[in-house]
Structure formats: C-alpha cells, structure tokens
C-alpha cells in the first residue's frame, strides 16, 4: 500500500509499505478514507521532533473496518469508523477515568513499529477499546465524512482546551491561537454557552472562520498589543476563561496576561521553545489556574459526535485544502508556508 514517510526535515515522502496484517487478536485493520495534516505534523517536517528515517506520519483518520483479530467483540468487517490519535484498551484505570492519553497499554499513530494515519490502510492496537463506530450512511456524505474527521483530534482538542479554561454560559473567552484547534475552540466554546468569545489572530481568512464559529470580538494583535486590546474589551479585567493554542513562551504569556483574575487558561498548544511564559507568582497573587494537556479525545468523542451529525455544530470549514494521499508531500509545504489552515487527504 502507500503510506507517508519522513526522511528528513522536509522529505516527506509517500512510498510502497507492507500492507497492514492483524496481529494480535485485539487488532483491527481499517481501510482508510480521510486522513489529514496536524499542524503538530510540522514539528516533525521542520525538524524539531525526532523521527527515523522511514518513519510513518499521520494521527488523524477514519475509514472502514476490513479485518478484525478473533477478540474483538464490538466491531465488524464494513463498519465506519473514526479514531482518536492514540490508541487506548479502554479498561486500564486512566482510561476507566477518563484519561485515555495515559492508558498504559496506549500509543500514537506513527510512532518506530506502527502505521500511521496518512496512508491506505492501518493497523489499530485494540480496536474496541480504540474505535468510535459511525453511522454507516455518513460515508457517502463527504461534508458530513470532513465534519466527524475532526473528531479524531481538532475538535476533541479544542473541546479539552474550553472545558480546561471553564468555558460556561456567561462566560467571556478569549482564545489564543488561529490554527485548526483554536478555532475548534472557539466552536467549543460557543457550545458551552460562553457569552464572549475573542478570537485572537492575524489572519483575517482564519478570523472569519472564528467569526463563523461564534466569536464577538477579533484582536489582530500580538504581545503587549493584543494584551491591551483584551483588557480594554473587558474593562480592564481580562478573560474568565484563557485557550493558549499555539505552544510558544510568548503565546503563553500572553494568556497569563489576558487572564481575569480568578480565571483559568486552558493549555493545548504542545509546549516547544526555551521558556513556559509563565510567571507563577503572578498567577499565584492573581489566582490564576493552568489546566489541559494532551486532550484524551476518544473520551469525548461520544459527546460531541451527536452534535457533529445533527449539524449542531459543523467544524469542517477548518479544512481548506484537499489532497490525494500522493499530494500529502504538498500538503505540508503549503501548511508550513501558511497558505493552507489544515489539509484533508482523501482516499476514495
């Protein structure tokens, strides 16, 4: 089959693998449809996260069960499927709390030995305890196929980002971040019932998605800037509730900064530079609290997936870029050169 490589920073490329194989009797193989580009990818293409050359890429997918191991008792060949990007057992006792990103029997897609989600087909470590089964007529909807893809992360993540900041009805939220997740966020946030929703970016194709996705007010400012345009659009207060989506020391800051006392910040942004942003004597004097992490999505996939199919919420103008699995390669220059917001690979 073809699947998706990295060589090197920026050799990315799509090549002849062995075709996945049930392994074990937990596994299942899925025959994937949609897969996509996370802008947590670019880390890998710029190389600033390891990876042997060879390696697999991809944690993002859903597609049709075609093969399922002989313990595997709440799948079938021919189901729909979406998967989060981590597998989990599902019975371990992070997962039985909740926190399927720590199960210990847990991994991520792409990691030396496994598939990864840009590519024909995968192989999926406990497929029960992993897998969402999808209404099967969804897979000849395309707009409706795009929309519950981004179960398998954005949306997941985004919600974790909302409820770590304590979006609720009333609330005023402030969202740090432009990318796919921020603007997940804001759509998170809207559904939480959050009365205010600022939307802080600079570019304004992304902006109007926000705008589409509830935001109020957009600050197309960075730093000090942005800090005074929050503060002056909250009367001198800030936020309740703070998502940092982006991961850089100043991005943190910046959500520490625009945070009301007594407020929270939600953290998804995977942390990369030499510095946090953070200062805790100020959030300790502010009572500021810090919460999120890796977003456990295949526990909120069950949550969010009726609201995705009824049209409550529609999260698919994230993607605007569509490539072939031979067109993924493209699909991470134009995301690492910003001329595309998130890119969705078909395999039809």
């Known amino acids: 089959m073809r699947a998706t490589t990295i060589h090197a920073p920026f050799d990315m490329r799509v090549t002849d693998v062995p075709e996945p194989i049930v392994q074990l009797p937990t596994d299942a193989v899925v025959r994937v449809l949609r897969a996509c580009i996370c802008g947590s990818d670019l880390w890998a293409y710029r190389g600033e996260a390891a990876r042997q050359p060879g390696q697999r890429i991809g944690h993002e997918f859903l597609g049709v069960v075609e093969e399922t191991g002989s313990a595997v008792g709440t799948l079938r060949r021919g189901d ?25 029997h847990g991994g991520f897609w792409g990691s030396v ?3 990864g989600g840009q590519g024909e087909a995968v192989r999926v470590p406990f497929a029960d ?3 969402v089964k999808l209404p099967g007529e969804a897979a000849s909807d395309d707009h409706l196929l795009t929309g519950l893809l981004t179960l398998s992360d954005v949306l997941g993540t985004g919600h974790h980002a909302a409820l770590g900041a304590g979006a609720r009805p009333g609330a005023t939220v402030a969202v740090v971040g432009d990318g796919a997740v921020g603007l997940c ?9 959050a009365e205010r929703i600022i939307a802080l970016g600079r570019h304004e194709a992304r902006t109007d998605i926000a705008r589409r996705f509830g935001a109020t007010d957009v600050v197309a400012a960075r730093g000090e800037e942005a800090v005074a345009a929050v503060r002056e ?20 800051s910046t959500a520490v900064n625009i945070t009301r006392d007594g407020g929270a910040i939600g953290f998804v942004g995977v942390p990369h530079g030499s510095g946090t ?11 500021i609290a810090l919460r999120g992490g890796v977003a456990p ?13 009824n049209g409550t919420i529609d999260p698919s103008p994230v993607f605007d870029m569509t490539v072939d699995i031979e067109g993924v390669p493209d699909g991470y220059r134009a995301m690492d050169e910003r001329t595309a917001l998130k890119v969705l690979v078909t395999n039809d």
């Open 185 to 193: 966020a804001v759509l998170a946030a809207k559904r939480l019932g």
């Open 233 to 252: 659009l909250t009367r001198g207060q800030g936020a309740h509730a703070v998502v940092e989506a982006v991961g850089t020391e100043q991005s943190m």
């Open 113 to 115: 030995g496994y598939d």
């Open 277 to 287: 942003g953070l200062d805790l004597s100020v959030m300790f004097d502010r009572n």
């Open 129 to 131: 305890g992993t897998l």
């Open 80 to 104: 729909l499927v979406v998967a989060p990007f981590m597998w989990s057992d599902g019975t371990c006792e992070y997962c039985a709390e909740g926190l399927t990103t720590s199960c210990v």
């Open 297 to 309: 999505v295949r526990t909120y996939i069950p949550e969010l997936l009726p609201d995705v199919l």
